[in-house]
């Protein structure tokens, strides 16, 4: 097989068709997404996680965190490889992205958010907000929102997957759970037990899937970006059994350690139809019964004309990277001139005998000397550039040290509640943009709940029955005193 070749896959893609997807185009946009679109969402991942490599027997790291990357080779570069550490130079990395991505997550939800039912009937509303709390319990409850919004703070968006549990035992989304619930005429008749039944049943029936975006990728509809004719997701399974290690080429004889297998699967999901793949085989595939993709897609921060949002950690990383590099100078800087060093001119063995108190060296060479040099001196620029690129950073996330708690003395004495939201009034606002999509989102998602329960005849609901509100906790409350 041809390198050119190596990632085409063999789909049967009959159902497909009427949609314009065929296996050719199918392979070339899951060759882009894994060529083009995975490497730059891993490194968004990188730099929020900046996570350490694996450690040595010692307790050390194989190598440097994973934002040094970004760092130019004059400090990550070791030019003398038989030569000492000491000319090697100092790495410093503080990781001033992963905290203002939480403190922006922390403010979205102080508090669980409150879903109440906009149906006019006051049981219909109680049975609603029942089945629903069961439901999200069942999948996380809070943290389902609270990784979502840290999956779209990261990577610009995230997707909620509504599956339903079939018989067999396979979440297949849109499938209907196929047993009769009970007769939709009796309506608002329903005893709390019943509801109570149904919200058990529900929430062990639906499962909502959190979809990252490095694992899934939409196809659009030619005419309108906005509408999603085919969604594929793919992702690596491991399975429960080992294979064997394969020789490395140093050592024909020795082979790796047993490994787990992995299964490439890959899904495919349209308004009609779904399958599921398997190593390049075809195990799955059903109706649509709800008769759409039971997606729903929420971007972090509008971009217009794109289905992916803006990710609150690309524009962090340049000066994330900047940052970096300055540390490591200033610890270089320090290392450098915090310690007091010698030079002995005309001093015989004066490298044999350690500088200290009480040494003494003797010769009869009239031009001897002794200098020292070094110690530590300040660098005003350096400071400055260093505050000038945290500020920066500040402006271009919008959260300030003040929403993580420090409070520093430069922005006054804050004595009143209105005195902190004018300090993050920037904060403020860009969590009031995030909620609105987020909201906007779980409004859709409650929806579709209720249209595959009443799909599957677990519980019947009107349109108009299935819409819901969404109230956000302040996380600066109001003080009433």
């Not at 709800?290 to 997606?295: A, D, S």
């Not at 209105?418 to 998602?445: C, P, Y």
């Amino acid at each position: 097989m041809t390198a050119s070749r190596r990632w085409r896959l063999s789909f049967q893609l009959e159902p497909f068709a009427p949609l314009g997807i065929d296996e050719t185009l199918l392979n070339v946009l899951i060759h882009e997404h894994e060529a083009g679109t995975q490497p730059r969402l891993s490194r968004l991942w990188r730099y929020y996680r900046n996570w350490l490599s694996e450690p040595t027997i010692e307790g050390g790291s194989t190598s440097a965190p994973a934002q040094c990357v970004g760092l130019p080779a004059r400090l990550t570069e070791i030019y003398q490889l038989l030569r000492d550490d000491r000319y090697q130079r100092e790495v410093v990395v503080e990781n001033d992205i992963m905290w203002r991505v939480h403190a922006l997550i922390d403010f979205m939800f102080p508090e669980p958010v409150r879903i109440l039912s906009r149906a006019s009937d006051p049981e219909t509303q109680a049975a609603i907000e029942t089945i629903l709390e069961a439901v999200i319990r069942a999948n996380g409850g809070p943290i389902l929102w609270q990784t979502a919004a840290l999956l779209a703070a990261i990577y610009g968006h995230v997707d909620f997957l509504l599956r339903v549990e079939t018989p067999n035992g396979l979440n297949i989304p849109g499938q209907a759970g196929g047993a009769a619930g009970r007769d939709p005429s009796l309506g608002d008749a329903w005893s709390k037990t019943m509801i109570d039944a149904a919200a058990e049943r529900s929430a062990a029936m639906l499962a909502i899937e959190t979809v990252e975006a490095p694992r899934a990728f939409p196809i659009l509809n030619p005419d309108d970006f906005r509408k999603v004719d085919c969604y594929v997701i793919r992702f690596a399974r491991s399975s429960r059994s080992t294979m064997k290690g394969a020789s490395s080429q140093e050592s024909p004889g020795v082979r790796e350690p047993l490994k787990m297998q992995q299964a490439a699967v890959t899904e495919i999901l349209s308004g009609e139809h779904w399958q599921r793949y398997e190593n390049d085989e075809l195990v799955a595939e059903g109706r649509n019964t709800l008769g759409r993709i039971p997606l729903v897609h929420i971007q972090n921060l509008p971009q217009p004309f794109h289905y992916s949002g803006l990710s609150d950690v690309e524009p962090l990383i340049p000066l994330q990277d900047e940052l970096n590099t300055r540390l490591s100078d200033r610890a270089n800087r320090v290392t450098m001139q915090s310690f007091r060093m010698w030079l002995g001119k005309g001093i015989d063995g004066f490298t044999d005998r350690p500088v200290g108190p009480g040494q003494m060296w003797v010769t009869d060479n009239p031009d001897a000397s002794i200098e020292s040099f070094g110690g530590d001196s300040e660098s005003p620029s350096e400071e400055a550039h260093i505050q000038e690129l945290r500020d920066a950073m500040d402006r271009a996330s919008g959260v300030t040290p003040a929403a993580a708690g420090h409070i520093e003395s430069r922005i006054g004495n804050l004595t009143s509640e209105n005195a902190m939201r004018v300090s993050l009034i920037g904060l403020i606002n860009k969590v009031k943009r995030k909620r609105e999509h987020f909201g906007h989102g779980i409004v859709q998602l409650c929806q579709m709940i209720f249209e595959a329960l009443d799909s599957a005849g677990v519980y019947h609901t009107d349109p108009s029955d299935r819409l819901v509100e969404v109230h956000w906790a302040d996380a600066l409350p109001i003080d009433g005193t």
